[in-house]
């Protein structure tokens, strides 16, 4: 099948750092080609890939100190995807909402990831009048906003099973990593770690829209002596920061789409103490691979329980659920779908 995944050109694919979206572009890429697909990856010119690359801009645009106007060379990656869609025989798009205008006027199967939280109201007339595209949520709670578009599938997020290393023996702290920001909740992740008297490693990055929360909330509970703050780390830097925690705080409060950073600590074998929001619920099983709570009280008690999860549980949950392989073979029956004109509505198990 001939294929093309369009990406966002915040970051390359794969990112050099933090970058949700364009690293399971990369993963989905990957395997798509190593299934034997004829593969092209519009994305920025400094990403690494075995498909065929259309660079759209010279570098990812958050590291470009030059760039001034992201959406500019969004506008052009349409523009060269426009050029070659008779080329293709599916079109696979990462890009939010920006090209459904000009797919609405281009009769070739196509489809879009919704990698966002949908849970805005700026994005209930928009996704109304375009409510014919085919999408795919990343999560069943990621759609619930928006229930009446035309939803192909839910497409849980997968890495290669070798990625990560699974770590069979715990380490003496607990890790957060990801974002700082009001949603991803990081004092919560700090309070849990005093409660509970454990180490608190800190792996983050610090955007510029939330530089003043960071400076303001988070950077004077940096001066406590269970927390250390490492700042932002790439792939191979997380293989040891998560294997070797004892286990993941995830305590955001927010519409969580999907949370890859649940599945990275899963591959290590590293268990997960998550809020009950969005996804969650859908990621992590109760007593199994982790726990789900709703209060600090009953985060710090999870804590404690921890030591009765078998790491190798938390691995094989990985492996059986969220692999590369596994999404990708989801994907390509949603293309199948598309190529035999089928809208079907589907929920993931």
Same mark, same amino acid.
């Given at each position: ?28 890429? %990957? ?16 990403? @690494? ?8 801009? !010279? ?16 506008? &052009?990656?349409? +523009?060269?995807?426009?050029?070659? =869609?008779?080329?293709? *025989? ?53 759609? %619930? ?7 192909? =599938? ?32 990081? *004092? #919560? ?25 960071? !400076?303001?909330?988070?950077?004077? &509970? ?13 792939? @191979?830097?997380?293989? +040891?920061?998560?294997?070797? =925690? ?17 599945? +990275? ?7 997960? $103490? ?13 007593? $199994? ?7 600090? @009280?009953?985060? =710090? ?18 492996? #059986? ?8 073979? *989801? ?8 190529? !035999? ?9």
């Amino acid at each position: 099948m001939r294929i093309a995944q369009v990406a966002p050109l915040h970051e390359a694919v794969p990112p050099k750092l933090y970058g949700g979206t364009e690293r399971v572009v990369h993963y989905l890429t %990957e395997e798509l080609v190593r299934q034997g697909h004829e593969v092209t990856l519009f994305a920025s010119g400094d990403s @690494e890939t075995s498909a065929r690359l259309v660079p759209c801009c !010279e570098r990812a645009l958050r590291l470009d100190p030059h760039c001034r106007d992201r959406l500019a060379h969004h506008v &052009l990656m349409l +523009e060269k995807v426009a050029q070659e =869609a008779r080329e293709f *025989d599916v079109i696979h798009f990462h890009v939010d909402y920006i090209h459904f205008p000009l797919m609405r006027r281009l009769s070739v199967p196509h489809v879009t990831t919704l990698h966002g939280r949908l849970d805005l109201p700026d994005f209930v007339p928009l996704y109304r009048e375009f409510a014919e595209m085919p999408v795919v949520s990343i999560s069943n709670a990621q759609r %619930e906003p928006l229930p009446f578009l035309n939803w192909m =599938a839910t497409v849980y997020h997968g890495l290669p099973k070798d990625l990560y290393r699974f770590h069979a023996r715990p380490g003496d702290y607990l890790a957060f990593l990801g974002r700082i920001s009001p949603e991803k909740r990081p *004092d #919560r992740a700090i309070k849990i770690a005093e409660m509970v008297g454990m180490k608190l490693l800190i792996a983050a990055k610090v955007d510029a829209a939330d530089r003043d929360y960071f !400076e303001q909330v988070i950077r004077p &509970l940096l001066k406590s002596p269970w927390v250390e703050f490492i700042g932002e780390i790439g792939d @191979e830097e997380k293989n +040891e920061f998560l294997g070797k =925690a004892y286990a993941l705080l995830f305590p955001i409060d927010w519409p969580e789409p999907f949370g890859l950073v649940m599945i +990275e600590s899963l591959a290590c074998g590293t268990p997960v $103490i998550a809020w009950r929001c969005g996804s969650v619920p859908e990621v992590i099983e109760q007593g $199994i691979s982790g726990f789900i709570v709703e209060s600090l @009280e009953e985060a =710090a008690r999870a804590v404690e329980k921890v030591a009765g999860l078998k790491r190798i549980l938390c691995r094989k949950a990985f492996e #059986r659920r969220f692999s590369a392989e596994r999404m990708a073979r *989801d994907y390509l029956r949603v293309y199948d779908r598309l190529l !035999e004109g089928e809208r079907p509505v589907l929920r993931a198990a």
